[in-house]
């Protein structure tokens, strides 16, 4: 007996749930016929057209064909041909014109940006053939002859380059090494230091809700509403209104109540802080849901509210905002101030620091996921304006009802604060996620959502 190699090409979904009636991890690919990807159900492997509308009814074709070895011996090879469809076929992020020979680790896109991806492998393994006696037959292994060998192989950033943007998150990499440096820089100027901490640290909470929105907005506007918050802050005569409203004539007034049981102090958080921060937190993305009633589609889909996701992400921007300036011109000089009063001004420094930390992370569970979650009713009364004033009405009640319970328990448990706090922001968590997964769902742009194709 004598062996000869055998070559089996491999298509490898990126996302195997994402393709049609096909439940195995791999698709071989024949030596003989060509195979057909497409949203049409005559192609061999079916992308769902309600997560692909990119993606041709007859999109692409995977043929055989063969070449030759250094040892003059003939292999199959394989060429992805694109059958003239409307958004391309992609390898490596390159426009295939017409085929294109597939070598090991190509990665094929079908539709452009958020197509579906399938990855390309080819394994040898050893065939008994008459004449001399053979160990038999051998595990697969992935091979390829030698001359199969590229510079996408050595060539590593260059090759991987739409990847590491898209996937790898290079783009959030580059800015933490860069607050890193500026951390260093800063390490003697209290003050800085302390800004760019809580810009961090408040930039990556937002960036985790904003990764599971999955809805692309620019980043321009969500930090506008942020920055419109903290105006609204500090400069208007609209916080000195809010304040009297429902400190003076509602019964918000959480200092008369310091002393008082949990009843009373969820009254009063209820009007003073539930009430009053929800609704001024959400004075941005009610302007932007008005404004955009003027702008055409387009505009009003970049800028503005036409649905739940919308809601979220620039009520949760301006709840950012809100946190940024009530720790770093509020709590933080309240505390160090009075620390250093006592034990001196290192020691202010360090309470500072410590209280800024978990105020501004956790904003997650907290002012981001009250304002997240009555976003989410914003966008909802877009999408449903005969029942928007009962929704409204729904969303803001429950957002100032969490927080008012988060504020009362920080106050009247006592010892067990620490446990009804990790209680209430749980709660305020699952409210948010609760309410992104809903918005995805009920998106019209589903198909475009990047968070929504897991």
Same mark, same amino acid.
């Given at each position: 007996?004598?062996? *000869? ?5 491999? +298509? ?19 030596? =003989? ?24 009814? !007859? #999109?692409?074709?995977?043929?055989? *064909? ?16 694109? +059958? ?15 085929? $294109? ?7 094929? =896109? ?7 991806e399938l990855v390309f492998e080819c394994q040898t393994y050893n065939q008994k053939l008459p004449g001399k006696s053979a160990a038999g037959f051998n595990r697969l292994d992935s091979a390829r002859p030698e001359t199969a060998l590229t510079w996408n ?16 998150? +290079? ?25 760019? +901490? ?36 500090? %400069?208007?005569? =609209?916080?000195?209104?809010?304040? %009297? ?9 959480? @200092?008369?109540? @310091? ?36 702008? *055409? ?9 036409? @649905? ?28 160090? $101030? ?34 997240? %979650? ?13 029942? !928007? ?13 969490? #927080? ?10 006592g010892p067990l604060g620490p446990l009804g706090l990790a209680f209430v922001g749980v709660i305020a968590y699952a409210f948010l996620v609760a309410a992104i997964l809903k918005a995805r769902e009920l998106s019209p742009s589903r198909s475009q959502n990047f968070a929504a194709r897991i």
């Open positions: 007996m004598t062996e *000869s190699h055998r070559y089996q090409g491999l +298509l490898i979904p990126v996302s195997p749930g994402s393709l049609a009636g096909m439940d195995q991890p791999h698709h071989i690919l024949s030596e =003989t016929q060509e195979l057909i990807l497409g949203r049409e159900p005559e192609c061999q492997i079916i992308f769902d057209s309600r997560l692909y509308d990119r993606v041709s009814r !007859r #999109h692409a074709a995977v043929r055989p *064909s063969q070449k030759t070895d250094k040892n003059n011996q003939a292999y199959p090879t394989w060429q992805i041909c694109d +059958l003239n469809s409307a958004n391309g076929t992609f390898i490596n992020g390159q426009r295939v014109q017409n085929c $294109q020979t597939l070598q090991v680790g190509d990665r094929i =896109t079908l539709g452009g940006q958020n197509g579906p192989h050595l060539v590593l950033v260059v090759s991987t380059r739409r990847d590491l943007v898209q996937k790898a998150y +290079l783009i959030p990499g580059i800015i933490t090494v860069i607050f890193v440096v500026f951390l260093f820089v800063a390490a003697d100027s209290p003050a800085l230091f302390n800004l760019l +901490l809580a810009a961090y640290l408040g930039g990556a909470g937002f960036f985790f809700i904003y990764q599971l929105c999955g809805k692309r907005k620019p980043w321009w506007i969500l930090m506008g509403s942020a920055i419109a918050t903290m105006a609204i802050l500090y %400069y208007g005569p =609209t916080l000195s209104l809010f304040i %009297y409203i429902f400190r003076v004539v509602l019964p918000g007034n959480t @200092e008369r109540v @310091e002393q008082a049981g949990f009843i009373s102090q969820f009254v009063a958080h209820f009007f003073g802080a539930g009430l009053m921060e929800e609704l001024l937190k959400a004075l941005p993305a009610l302007g932007l849901c008005w404004i955009g009633r003027s702008l *055409s589609w387009h505009w009003r889909d970049r800028v503005g509210v036409v @649905e739940p996701l919308d809601g979220i992400l620039l009520a949760a921007a301006a709840a950012l905002g809100f946190t940024w300036l009530e720790t770093l011109g509020q709590f933080v000089p309240a505390v160090a $101030q009075q620390v250093a009063a006592m034990s001196g001004t290192g020691a202010g420094q360090l309470a500072g620091l410590q209280l800024l930390i978990p105020r501004v992370l956790g904003s997650v569970a907290g002012h981001m996921a009250y304002s997240g %979650y009555f976003g989410y009713f914003i966008g909802l009364s877009v999408l449903k304006p005969s029942k !928007r004033w009962r929704i409204l009405g729904i969303g803001y009640l429950t957002a100032a009802t969490v #927080h008012a319970l988060w504020n009362a328990t920080a106050s009247t448990l």
